[in-house]
């Protein structure tokens, strides 16, 4: 019947409307509008979109998929993190336990998620302040159109994920986060090789209730 053509291609100005609409569809976290600003016009965030080809006109270049991603310098990080922990007269390991309290799908959502996250990936990549330019990657959303599912088009996504930060010397990880009750999610990256490195506990915050997200690392460069 249907014979998709899927093509992969930057997301951008003119996809927002239906990138908003899509992430509405199939998360359970409410992105705020400044994030989808972000994505389209490419601030410190990589992306691709999904199309298929064989739609009628007007539909060819309709996103049916995507994925997003944050370039995180370490040390930057590294510096946000100590500045919150002396303004919280608070230590690393206080300031990881304390993501719970943090990471809720509020206003500051993505800049909580982002400054809580990196310590515990730097730990695990042993941040050398000798090489401060290392950077790492950082999957903030993926997503597929139910009628586009099984065919492989999250997989393809990945990889140009993986591609691009290999192409990046300077880059060691692609790293994200998944709840414990996504199994499709959960089984893409294992099949991907991606190394489920951390159980947290109570990570996200969703109507009220608490759930578990596992933190998947794919090392690059050696990283
Ligand atoms: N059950 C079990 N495994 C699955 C399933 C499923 N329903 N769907 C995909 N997989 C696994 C399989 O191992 C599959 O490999 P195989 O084909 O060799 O069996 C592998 O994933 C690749 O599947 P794709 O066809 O590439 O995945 P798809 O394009 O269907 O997209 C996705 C998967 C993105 C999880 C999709 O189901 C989706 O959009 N779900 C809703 C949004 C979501 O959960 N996004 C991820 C959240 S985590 C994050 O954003 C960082």
């Known amino acids: ?18 990138l908003e609409r899509i992430h509405a569809d199939i998360f359970p976290i409410r ?7 972000s994505v ?12 298929d080809r064989s739609q ?14 944050r370039i995180v310098l370490a040390k930057e990080t590294e510096q946000q993190i100590k500045d919150i922990a002396s303004m919280c007269q608070a230590s ?18 993505e ?4 400054l809580i996250l990196t310590p515990m990936i730097g730990d695990l990549l042993r941040y050398d302040p000798s090489k401060p330019d290392q ?24 990889r140009q994920v ?27 990256y294992k099949k991907m090789s991606f190394k489920c490195i951390r159980r947290l506990q109570d990570f996200y915050l969703i109507n009220g209730q608490h759930y578990d997200s596992f933190l998947f690392v794919y090392y690059v460069n050696g990283g």
């Open 135 to 158: 950077t790492l990657v950082y999957i903030l959303t993926l997503g597929v159109v139910e009628t586009y599912r099984n065919l492989g088009i999250a997989r393809s996504l990945i």
């Open 162 to 188: 993986i591609k691009y930060a290999s192409s990046v010397p300077a880059c060691r990880a692609v790293y994200l986060h998944v709840i414990s009750y996504n199994v499709p999610a959960i089984h893409l």
């Open 31 to 37: 992105y705020e509008s400044e994030f989808f600003q």
């Open 1 to 18: 019947s249907h014979h998709p053509t899927i093509c992969y291609r930057p997301i951008q100005p003119c996809d927002l409307e239906i």
């Open 40 to 51: 389209v016009h490419e601030r410190d965030i990589v992306s691709w979109a999904a199309v």
């Open 92 to 109: 690393y390991d206080w300031i990881n336990q304390a993501h719970v309290f943090l990471c809720n799908p509020s206003d500051e959502y």
């Open 56 to 69: 009628p006109n007007g539909r060819s270049d309709e996103l049916i998929g995507f994925v997003t991603a």
């Open 111 to 114: 800049q909580k998620n982002f």
